[in-house]
């Protein structure tokens, strides 16, 4: 059995690590686009119980959620109405959604079987939801605080170039 404290430390280590690569990411010369799938890249890459990880944005005049730019298995779920799955919920609830257990969610849409837990971000631009940080994981409950305010620092980041 893993050692929670020491692998709370380290994954805490590892977000005050990453958080100047995002900044750095941030700050480049790609398009938005580029720089959005850089991010979930080195999210993917650096955080082992990060399995899938995407960004979703909001039309609001049809109240849908979009795939953006995402890396980890390919999903049918492109479009997502506002209030269906984690994700339609976060649009509309404008908080964090952590998912320890998909399995005990009876508003939730399935992507693969192997993806145990979710937790959803979101994205504000000016006070306005306009998407969200989604991470799958094969792992039964991961996500902790330090998850929430770590995306949210990434999120915030990202709200720069809206
Ligand atoms: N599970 C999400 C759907 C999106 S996938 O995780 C990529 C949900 O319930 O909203």
């Not at 959005?36 to 119980?49: K, T």
């Not at 909001?58 to 109405?81: C, S």
Request: hydrophobic share 40%; glycine share 4%.
């Amino acid at each position: 059995m893993r050692n929670i404290n020491n692998f709370a430390k380290n994954i805490i280590m590892t977000f005050d690590t990453l958080k100047p690569k995002i900044k750095e990411i941030v700050n480049t010369s790609k398009t938005r686009d580029e720089k959005l799938l850089a991010i979930c890249q080195v999210l993917n890459q650096e955080i082992p119980y990060y399995n899938w990880v995407g960004f979703y944005f909001a039309n609001h005049e049809n109240k849908t959620l979009h795939l953006g730019p995402y890396v980890g298995a390919e999903t049918d779920h492109t479009v997502i109405p506002f209030g269906k799955g984690i994700c339609g919920q976060v649009a509309e609830s404008n908080e964090n959604f952590v998912v320890p257990d998909v399995k005990s969610q009876d508003n939730y849409i399935a992507c693969s079987l192997t993806v145990k837990s979710e937790i959803v971000v979101p994205l504000f631009v000016n006070g306005i939801n306009i998407g969200q940080i989604d991470i799958d994981s094969h792992e039964i409950d991961p996500f902790t605080e330090a998850d929430e305010r770590f995306l949210e620092f990434v999120n915030q980041e990202i709200a720069s170039l809206f």
